[in-house]
């Protein structure tokens, strides 16, 4: 938990305006969340606060290499990351937590934790299907391609010959 505190961002002392914090990212940051999907990062990220009298706007951006597995091959290669994202602040005695870009803090709150903001702004944005690029345009040589792809082959010449029962539900029409 002391490795986060890092990410802790004291705006009481700020003057109103514009304050840029820089954080650069690896995998000690996402083994923090037990997230570990990850072979290898270097992540640049900027957090800019707008401190305004009676609310805070913070926007996120990050940009880095992340090498990831491939979910087709399993292949390691570098995805390259460009993210940002936008918060505002404003203080309450009522805690009201239902907008993921809108957060309520208490009345006489100094300081905000940006680092749970940062982990589901890199990690959201990943694609659903990771695929290496070699796998999309047909460049990458791997053995475990290769048994997919004789794999498939298999299943086609399976899946075209047709079964006798379909035939005599032709005979119905």
């Known amino acids: 938990m002391q490795f986060l505190n890092q990410f802790v961002i004291n705006f009481i002392g700020l003057k109103d305006g514009l304050h840029e914090f820089e954080f650069d990212l690896d995998n000690t940051f996402f083994e923090h969340f037990d997230y570990n999907d990850f072979n290898n990062c270097k992540i640049s990220t900027k957090v800019v606060l707008n401190k305004k009298a009676n609310l805070l706007e913070l926007n996120f951006s990050s940009f880095g290499k992340i090498n990831l597995n491939c979910h087709v091959s399993n292949e390691p290669f570098d995805f390259s990351h460009k993210n940002e994202m936008n918060l505002v602040v404003k203080f309450s005695s009522e805690m009201i937590n239902d907008n993921e870009e809108f957060l309520v803090l208490p009345v ?44 498939e082959k298999n299943v086609y010449k399976k899946n075209n010959k047709i079964d006798p029962r379909w035939d005599k539900l032709k005979d119905l029409i």
């Open 108 to 151: 006489g709150a100094s300081q905000i934790n940006v680092a749970h903001y940062l982990y589901e702004m890199i990690i959201l944005s990943l694609p659903i299907k990771i695929i290496h690029p070699g796998v999309e345009d047909g460049s990458l040589e791997s053995e475990t391609l290769n048994t997919l792809r004789e794999y």
